[in-house]
């Protein structure tokens, strides 16, 4: 069974750090990109940076380089999304996904970030 949980999600104010994780379970987790989604209340699900199955590439959406680093751990099957100087706009459930032979996706996460 292909199971994506995350978890990490907070209120955290302006500024602030959080850490999200992703464990992947049920498929071949190195052979798979990983990306990490957002969507806001009444906005579209928007991608929010990638990082390649041996994790040597990343790429993110400009408003959040510099403050946003995707990494992952194949030794445990799990991706990370460590969000830094957040800000309020970056409040939304956050998801991960995977992409390969397949897609999938979590059930996603809430940041909440405070002004």
């Known amino acids: 069974q292909v199971r994506l949980v995350e978890s990490g999600g907070d209120l955290v104010e302006a500024g602030g750090s959080l850490r999200l994780s992703c464990a992947a379970s049920?498929?071949?987790?190195?052979?798979?990109?990983m990306s990490w989604y957002r969507q806001a209340p009444g906005k579209e699900r928007e991608l929010v940076g990638s990082i390649s199955s041996g994790g040597s590439f990343t790429n993110y959406v400009d408003s959040v380089k510099g403050r946003f680093t995707i990494s992952r751990d194949n030794a445990k099957n799990m991706v990370y999304l460590q969000m830094n100087s957040l800000k309020p706009e970056d409040t939304a459930v956050y998801y991960c996904?995977?992409?390969?032979?397949?897609?999938?996706w979590g059930q996603g996460t809430q940041v909440t970030v405070s002004s």
């Open positions: 049920g498929f071949t987790f190195s052979s798979y990109a």
């Open positions: 996904k995977a992409r390969g032979s397949r897609e999938y």
